[in-house]
């Protein structure tokens, strides 16, 4: 009687599955760091579009006013609340108001 190994039986149990998403971080990501966001979109500023403005990262076609939509520069940008405005709209919506600027609402006749 010849003896003639189970082949099937060894082929038959399964390996492990690897997992779908990569445990060792990229070669770019190990290189860079992690990417900075850009505040108005969210996404990803990398270094040739990166502006900087209010302490934080901008992608060039993000960086402008809120309100007015005008391009903005490192010398006409102002922040608040970390959004960024030109300063003739930060000075219409968040400037003094009144007569005066102490808080007067009416003009008060003398006789």
């Keep these: 009687m010849v003896y003639v190994p189970n082949i099937l039986a060894s082929r038959s149990s399964p390996k492990p599955a ?7 971080p990229s070669k ?3 290189k ?3 990417v900075d966001k850009c505040p108005r979109c969210n996404k990803s500023v990398y270094a ?3 502006i900087m403005g209010g302490g ?5 076609t993000c960086f402008r006013c809120a309100f007015c939509g005008k391009s903005l520069e490192s010398t006409n940008v102002t922040d608040k609340d970390g ?3 030109c300063k003739v709209c930060y000075a219409k919506n968040f400037g003094p108001k009144g007569i005066g600027f102490g ?3 009416q003009v008060e006749k003398q006789e």
């Design 56 to 60: 934080k990262p901008w992608h060039k």
């Design 18 to 24: 690897r997992p779908s998403t990569p445990t060792n």
């Design 83 to 85: 959004e960024i405005y």
């Design 103 to 105: 808080g007067l609402t």
């Design 32 to 34: 860079f760091g992690d």
């Design 28 to 30: 770019f990501a190990k």
């Design 48 to 50: 040739a579009e990166k």
